[in-house]
């Protein structure tokens, strides 16, 4: 019989819907339930393509035994990280604390006021490697729970104080100059990897964000290290086994220093931010390579991720059937040679592994390997190449497909937004520009309210229950921005307007720090606060970054102030740990460079001159800057008023820090104009 997840929206309960444990969603009556029974909450908290937490789900939750224990002693809750990225943060904040280490599955244990006293993440079915079984963990806390209560809830006591302790100090609350954005360019260069490209050991994840910083300071300042740095690390990935070399998109991260061996699940957000990192490094060195990534990950994003209702799901997993019922991580993507002989005949088997690394021992496991592109001597057959990817991809389409998480995020949605807009203006493919376009329509009409307030998720065109957080409201923000400048609809501009005032009103206080919950939202323990990157950009840089374009935008000096103040805390981390504050930084750069202010007339919507102008200002490499398109005379961007054409013709007009050149019809004088430096 389903227990209370069954009328969720997030997939990932619903995978745990039929659980014999009486799970319930976070809610006020879970913990009402718990005061009422006199028992603690076990708080489980997961995300669908997490390998570990469908694992620890069969082991125990699916277990008669351990459900029957849990119902009686404790009130059990459920939480989708990707739902409720507070709850996540404030637990995860306390695991660390207490442990040094964080993950998922995330296993607390609480008392009814909702503070933790107990903390892990995955555990074993049997005691194993030193860690004590789950069931052993619940004995534990039961009797602690019954016979030493003074002690349990002194612990509690003193975690959520010391939690509350933790406010951030922006220390002078001044952006990052050169001297900043100079030292933490210093920082990655340490920590760069100069064999494999990417930064630090193993595990290693795709610095999407830390590149975005390294190619806008290249723009700006002409540093060829930094440059190098971007481009050597793009190109390993991109040869590497994290890329999917027949489907195109990005695995979340590699198990190896080498990016052969990745943990399979492919999310949107990683998809979003690499696909328009390789179009920015295409715009900065013409790179085929970059070019063909950018597009490949784009059309993934299209072709897998789409919904019926024009958003973007959140994640693939990373396990599939293999073919005898058995779910094995990797199963949809590996090959052996068998496989490619029995699909390809031996002649071309044998280029395909030559060219994509399978080999007899295997890459992966069980004698399975990774697709890779590996450096090699010699040229290959292109057509020869061409066909056998085909016949590849075509055998794969018939392998049992990983499951999807189709609920729509709207900051991840927000991301793709940007991506595919931007990609699709670079490389005139109107097709992707649209399906910005269509998730775009899908937020402004599921995911906004009458106040333009954000709901986090949807689901098969339902809106879940859930409030946007900040990087909901400063990532679509930032997507509606990115989409005003390609397609020249004032509208989007607009809407960002609306969202960001929502950042200035309600997740800002009267000092001018952030914070990732708004100030009406639920009160949990404490009120979340995390100005460090992660897999995405944290709220926090995600909104400076779009108060700074929205006020080059409009001229709104709150809406500057506020990107000013909230770049204090990069000032004071970016030297530090630049790896982890990437966005903040790029931001900073966008900053210092202006941003540069671009407005393109045109005599109508069609001329071809303006056209050219506008794909010209798309182009420029100049940190930040912000386009705006439209007919002369319009209303739509604050950035075209009182600038006519020139003698009749299209014309471009560039400003920066208060100071404008001289309109101009000639793109390369446009271009030379949106040079970094």
Not at 265 to 273: G, I, T, V
Not at 288 to 300: K, P
Not at 556 to 568: D, F, Q, V, Y
Request: hydrophobic share 40%; glycine share 10%.
């Amino acid at each position: 019989m389903p227990n209370r997840l069954a009328q969720a929206t997030s997939p990932y309960l619903l995978q745990h819907a039929d659980n014999p444990v009486d799970w319930r969603p976070w809610e006020t009556d879970a913990f009402e339930e718990a005061r009422r029974r006199d028992v603690p909450v076990l708080l489980s908290v997961g995300y669908s393509a997490c390998h570990w937490c469908h694992v620890m789900a069969h082991e125990s939750f699916e277990d008669e035994a351990t459900a029957e224990y849990l119902n009686s002693h404790f009130v059990s809750v459920k939480v989708d990280r990707e739902e409720r990225p507070d709850v996540d943060a404030v637990y995860m904040e306390a695991v660390q604390a207490a442990t040094g280490q964080g993950g998922w599955p995330m296993t607390v244990f609480l008392t009814p006021d909702a503070e933790p006293f107990y903390f892990g993440t995955y555990f074993p079915p049997e005691p194993r490697h030193g860690m004590p079984s789950f069931r052993q963990v619940l004995q534990g806390v039961q009797q602690a729970w019954a016979e030493r209560r003074d002690e349990v809830t002194e612990v509690a006591g003193k975690i959520v104080r010391d939690l509350a302790g933790r406010e951030i100090s922006y220390g002078d609350a001044q952006a990052p100059g050169e001297e900043q954005l100079g030292q933490a360019l210093l920082g990655l260069t340490r920590e760069y990897d100069e064999q494999r490209g990417g930064f630090g050991g193993a595990p290693k994840f795709p610095p999407s964000m830390a590149v975005e910083f390294l190619l806008r300071h290249h723009a700006r300042t002409g540093a060829e290290g930094a440059l190098q740095m971007a481009r050597d690390t793009c190109e390993r990935m991109a040869r590497g086994g994290i890329y999917d070399q027949l489907g195109g998109g990005f695995a979340r991260y590699s198990v190896d220093r080498e990016w052969v061996v990745p943990h399979f699940e492919k999310m949107l957000y990683d998809n979003a931010l690499l696909c328009r990192v390789y179009a920015h490094l295409w715009r900065a060195t013409g790179s085929d390579l970059a070019r063909r990534v950018a597009l490949e990950t784009a059309d993934f994003m299209v072709r897998e991720l789409r919904t019926a209702e024009g958003g973007f799901a959140s994640a693939l997993d990373a396990d599939s059937d293999d073919g005898t019922g058995r779910h094995v991580e990797g199963a949809y993507y590996v090959w052996t040679p068998a496989q490619l002989t029995e699909v390809l005949g031996a002649e071309d088997a044998e280029l395909a592994a030559q060219h994509f690394g399978v080999t007899e021992e295997g890459t992966f496991e069980h004698g399975a390997s990774v697709l890779q592109l590996p450096q090699q001597e010699g040229v290959f057959d292109a057509a020869r190449i061409a066909s056998v990817r085909e016949r590849m991809l075509a055998a794969r389409d018939g392998r049992p497909a990983p499951a999807r998480d189709d609920k729509v995020v709207a900051a991840w949605n927000g991301l793709a937004i940007a991506a595919l807009a931007e990609t699709g203006a670079y490389f005139e493919r109107p097709d992707l520009v649209e399906a910005a376009v269509a998730a775009a329509d899908l937020l402004v009409r599921l995911h906004l309210d009458e106040q333009v307030r954000l709901t986090r998720t949807s689901r098969d065109g339902r809106a879940g229950a859930n409030a946007g957080v900040l990087e909901d409201y400063a990532d679509v923000a930032e997507g509606f921005l990115a989409l005003a400048s390609v397609t020249g609809e004032g509208v989007w501009l607009d809407f960002a307007g609306f969202l960001l005032d929502h950042v200035l009103t309600r997740f800002t206080d009267a000092t001018g720090s952030l914070y990732d919950t708004a100030s009406d939202a639920e009160h949990l323990i404490r009120r979340p606060q995390d100005p460090t990157d992660n897999a995405t950009p944290s709220g926090w840089s995600a909104a400076a970054n779009a108060l700074l374009s929205y006020a080059a935008h409009t001229g709104s000096a709150p809406h500057r102030a506020a990107a000013e103040h909230a770049l204090g805390v990069v000032k004071a981390l970016g030297p530090r740990v630049p790896r982890f504050v990437g966005w903040g930084l790029a931001a900073a750069e966008a900053l210092l460079d202006g941003p540069r202010e671009v407005g393109v007339v045109a005599p109508d919507a069609a001329d071809a001159a303006a056209r050219g102008l506008h794909r010209t200002a798309l182009l420029g490499a100049a940190p930040g800057a912000v386009v705006a398109f439209g007919v002369a005379g319009g209303d739509e961007f604050p950035l075209l008023a009182d600038r006519p054409l020139v003698g009749g013709a299209a014309a471009a007009y560039v400003c920066r820090n208060f100071t404008c050149d001289a309109p101009t019809t000639d793109p390369e004088r446009l271009r030379a104009a949106l040079g970094g430096g």
